[in-house]
C-alpha cells in the first residue's frame, strides 16, 4: 500500500475515533486547508479546527479514489450536528490533496455551499451564507476563534 494512502486512511480512521492529534499528524508543518468557510494556514490553525470539529458527534465514509507521491483524491460523506443551530448535516465532499515530505501540505475540500448552508443553518440565514463566502467565512473565523481563546495550546 502506497506511504500516502496509509496517511489518508489514518487522517479519517482518526475524524471517526475523534483523535484530533492523529489528524494533526497528518499535516506537513507549513499545511493549508480550505473549504466553503475556512481557510486556514500551518499546522496549528489546522489542528485546532480539527480539535473542535471532534468535540461533535462526526461520522465520515469516504472512499479513496487516488494517491500518489503528489496528489491525493477522497470523496467524502460528513454527517453531524452544527453546533451552532443544532441542525443535521450530511455534507457530500470532495477532498483533494498535495503531499510534502509524506504530509499533507495542500488539503482542499469540495462541497455544494447551498446544500451544506441549508442544512446547517436554514432559512434566511442558510439562503444568504450558502450564496456568499464570507458569511460562512466570518462564522467559521469566529467560531474558531473562540475554540483557540479557550485552548491556548494553539495561540
Not at 486512511?9 to 471517526?16: E, G, S, T
Not at 495542500?106 to 434566511?124: K, S, T, V
Request: proline residues 2%; glycine residues 6%.
Amino acid at each position: 500500500m502506497h506511504a500516502t494512502t496509509i496517511l489518508l486512511n489514518q487522517l479519517f480512521d482518526a475524524l471517526n475515533q475523534h483523535d484530533h492529534r492523529s489528524m494533526a499528524d497528518c499535516y506537513h508543518p507549513e499545511a493549508t486547508f480550505t473549504d466553503i468557510a475556512f481557510d486556514l494556514r500551518g499546522k496549528r490553525q489546522i489542528h485546532a479546527m480539527w480539535h473542535m470539529i471532534c468535540q461533535g458527534d462526526i461520522r465520515a465514509k469516504f472512499e479513496l479514489l487516488h494517491s500518489d507521491d503528489q496528489k491525493g483524491q477522497v470523496s467524502l460523506v460528513d454527517d453531524y450536528t452544527f453546533s451552532s443551530t443544532g441542525r443535521k448535516v450530511h455534507n457530500v465532499i470532495d477532498s483533494n490533496f498535495s503531499f510534502r515530505d509524506g504530509r499533507i501540505i495542500e488539503h482542499r475540500d469540495f462541497c455544494d455551499p447551498h446544500a451544506w448552508a441549508e442544512m446547517a443553518l436554514g432559512g434566511a440565514s442558510g439562503f444568504f451564507a450558502g450564496r456568499l463566502h464570507f458569511l460562512r467565512s466570518y462564522k467559521a473565523r469566529k467560531m474558531l476563534e473562540v475554540f483557540i481563546a479557550q485552548h491556548p495550546e494553539y495561540k
